[in-house]
């Protein structure tokens, strides 16, 4: 069924109409209701949000960026300090005031690598030494001036001081002291020698090699002795035993003579035959341990 056909005044108004609003302005399109109740918390959400991207920015910097190796902290600065002022001053300290630098090793442990890089390249320049080896030099100052204390440091001065007054037989028991004076310090046994060279111009382990030297000596002339003694005591042996074995041989030839006489002479016979034998043996025996000791 066809259409109604529409006049076209209808027309002029349908498109007068679609004219008119399609010219009008739209209108703005409102914000969802729970972002307009968010309004009157403005300030307090933008202050949140700066907190927030701070705080962010500081973690990332921890993460990413710091390293606690190059933050130092006030104990540090503070040890750093006060090392540095020890190398400027050092040449004028005592050996006690130096001695101080013991009490900051634990503290100067503490401190970054860097600091104790640049304190040690300091002490070089001011002291000629690292701060590491004025540290094992002060604490073996240290162990050295204790151990002066000790009874057989103080034994060993007393013994020392006054060997140029002293006698041979007191000089020989020098040996006695040799323990001690092994069992001390290096820095010890220097101090040892220095009072031995005042006294004698020789330290004290010259003077106990020298009495070594003067024992064995000793020693040796007297087992020389010995062994000449025993020597001599060997060929008097030999020389008395050869006498009595000439003697028993020649009373043997005049029993066998005896004997062919027609006399019962057997047993006188067995007997200094015995008696030959043991001679002949005791002499063997001092004659081989004669050669020994030739």
Same mark, same amino acid.
């Given at each position: 069924?066809?259409?109604?056909?529409?006049?076209?005044?209808?027309?002029?108004?349908?498109?007068?109409?679609?004219?008119?609003?399609?010219?009008?302005?739209?209108?703005?399109?409102?914000?969802?209701?729970?972002?307009?109740?968010?309004?009157?918390?403005?300030?307090?959400?933008?202050?949140?949000?700066?907190?927030?991207?701070?705080?962010?920015?500081?973690?990332?910097?921890?993460? &990413?960026?710091? $390293?606690?190796? /190059?933050?130092?902290? =006030?104990? *540090?600065? +503070?040890?750093?300090? !006060?090392?540095?002022?020890? @190398?400027?001053?050092?040449?004028?300290?005592?050996?006690?005031?130096?001695?101080?630098?013991?009490?900051?090793?634990?503290?100067?442990?503490?401190?970054?690598?860097?600091?104790?890089?640049?304190?040690?390249?300091?002490?070089?320049?001011?002291?000629?030494?690292?701060?590491?080896?004025?540290?094992?030099?002060?604490?073996?100052?240290?162990?050295?001036?204790?151990?002066?204390?000790?009874?057989?440091?103080?034994?060993?001065?007393?013994?020392?001081?006054?060997?140029?007054?002293?006698?041979?037989?007191?000089?020989?028991?020098?040996?006695?002291?040799?323990?001690?004076?092994?069992?001390?310090?290096?820095?010890?046994?220097?101090?040892?020698?220095?009072?031995?060279?005042?006294?004698?111009?020789?330290?004290?382990?010259?003077?106990? &090699?020298?009495? $070594?030297?003067? /024992?064995?000596?000793? =020693?040796? *002339?007297? +087992?020389?002795?010995? !062994?000449?003694?025993?020597? @001599?005591?060997?060929?008097?042996?030999?020389?008395?035993?050869?006498?009595?074995?000439?003697?028993?041989?020649?009373?043997?030839?005049?029993?066998?003579?005896?004997?062919?006489?027609?006399?019962?002479?057997?047993?006188?016979?067995?007997?200094?035959?015995?008696?030959?034998?043991?001679?002949?043996?005791?002499?063997?025996?001092?004659?081989?341990?004669?050669?020994?000791?030739?």
């Amino acid at each position: 069924m066809d259409q109604p056909i529409r006049s076209r005044t209808e027309k002029n108004k349908e498109e007068q109409k679609k004219a008119e609003e399609k010219g009008a302005p739209k209108k703005a399109k409102q914000p969802p209701e729970w972002i307009k109740n968010l309004k009157p918390y403005r300030k307090q959400i933008f202050a949140f949000v700066i907190v927030f991207v701070l705080l962010l920015g500081g973690y990332t910097y921890k993460v &990413a960026v710091y $390293d606690p190796n /190059n933050i130092t902290n =006030a104990q *540090q600065e +503070a040890t750093y300090k !006060k090392l540095v002022e020890y @190398a400027d001053e050092w040449d004028m300290l005592s050996e006690a005031e130096k001695m101080e630098i013991i009490d900051l090793e634990s503290s100067y442990d503490e401190m970054l690598e860097k600091q104790k890089k640049k304190i040690n390249e300091y002490f070089i320049e001011q002291t000629t030494q690292p701060f590491t080896s004025q540290l094992a030099s002060m604490k073996e100052l240290k162990t050295q001036q204790e151990d002066e204390t000790k009874p057989e440091y103080q034994e060993l001065v007393a013994y020392i001081s006054n060997w140029s007054t002293k006698d041979d037989a007191d000089k020989a028991n020098i040996v006695n002291y040799r323990d001690r004076y092994n069992a001390l310090s290096d820095a010890l046994k220097q101090k040892i020698d220095q009072i031995a060279i005042e006294q004698s111009q020789q330290s004290f382990a010259t003077l106990l &090699a020298t009495q $070594d030297a003067a /024992n064995q000596e000793a =020693a040796n *002339q007297a +087992a020389q002795a010995a !062994k000449e003694e025993r020597k @001599a005591n060997l060929e008097a042996q030999i020389e008395s035993l050869t006498s009595q074995l000439n003697d028993a041989q020649a009373y043997n030839a005049s029993l066998l003579a005896d004997q062919a006489a027609g006399e019962d002479v057997q047993a006188a016979i067995d007997t200094n035959n015995q008696t030959i034998s043991y001679l002949q043996q005791q002499i063997e025996a001092y004659q081989n341990e004669l050669n020994t000791i030739q």
